[in-house]
């Protein structure tokens, strides 16, 4: 079964002014794990990502999310596309991954629908990162443009908000990557939208722990298309045949295991396969007993 905490934006005290800091979920699904800073440890818990800067246009409000909870987001509204606004994480670790996903959940405001809006007025965002071995950023460091930073994509919102109409938020999943550094920012950019940012979460995929062909394989982050993983005999079994190999299976991008085990095991005398050829279990003998 998946279960997820709630991502929301929540204030912190921050030196020099610094607003807020972001709340990372998890996702406790056997194949998504979250990625968290520097100063929190692994576990089903609610974590944090700092928000090391916040420009002064983006403002930290309360609201109420799609149940009617108390959240803190952050929102813009300046028109003018020729100014750029950001908001950014602190250090995120990649803890091995070479590719992460990021879910952002977000509203935005339909340009027609505000009556003093600017021809200018922009209904999407864009989604940044940058890498590092440590955590570098400043408020002027990296630069504040696509180069240094990597751009993801340009967001564009499926709902937009009118009046009178349905109050709908945006959901979308982005993957970032290949990364190679110890660990990234995220940053966002606004340029001419009246929108709010309720939400992000950042996480990874990785296979899990399985048992095949008398071979198990431990859970595999995967960090090319298909990374190889190389797993051992299960108990009372063991590698036969002329030229004994352990056994390997794939791992996809995706999270999911790719075919079927190349193994050489099986079991040992005195044990037959059982459950689907994920275990060995001892013969009944004519005793009636295990031998």
Not at 114 to 141: G, M, W
Request: hydrophobic share 30%.
């Amino acid at each position: 079964m998946r279960h997820s905490v709630k991502t929301t934006f929540s204030r912190t005290e921050i030196p020099r002014g610094f607003a807020c800091h972001i709340r990372s979920v998890l996702l406790t699904d056997k194949w998504l794990t979250v990625l968290e800073n520097s100063e929190c440890f692994l576990s089903n818990r609610t974590k944090y990502v700092h928000i090391l800067f916040s420009g002064p246009e983006w403002e930290e409000v309360s609201g109420l999310d799609e149940e009617n909870n108390s959240v803190r987001t952050y929102q813009i509204c300046q028109m003018d596309g020729a100014s750029s606004h950001w908001l950014r994480s602190g250090l995120i670790q990649r803890r091995g991954a070479s590719q992460v996903y990021v879910e952002l959940r977000f509203t935005m405001i339909e340009c027609s629908s505000i009556v003093t809006h600017h021809r200018s007025c922009k209904e999407t965002f864009n989604l940044y990162y940058y890498q590092a071995d440590s955590d570098e950023a400043t408020p002027t460091h990296p630069s504040w443009m696509e180069n240094p930073y990597t751009k993801v994509d340009t967001v564009a919102a499926d709902f937009l908000l009118r009046k009178g109409g349905e109050r709908k938020f945006n959901v979308k999943t982005l993957r970032l990557g290949p990364l190679s550094k110890r660990g990234f920012y995220l940053a966002f950019q606004a340029q001419g939208a009246c929108m709010a940012l309720l939400s992000a979460r950042v996480f990874f995929k990785k296979c899990p722990a399985l048992a095949s062909s008398l071979s198990f394989f431990p859970e595999t982050v995967p960090r090319t298309l298909v990374q190889e993983a190389q797993g051992v005999c299960v108990d009372n079994a063991a590698q036969q045949g002329p030229r004994p190999r352990p056994p390997k299976l794939f791992c996809g991008e995706d999270g999911q295991w790719v075919g079927q085990p190349t193994t050489s095991c099986g079991c040992l005398s005195g044990y037959e396969p059982t459950d689907g050829h994920t275990r060995c279990s001892g013969k009944r003998g004519l005793e009636g007993k295990r031998v």
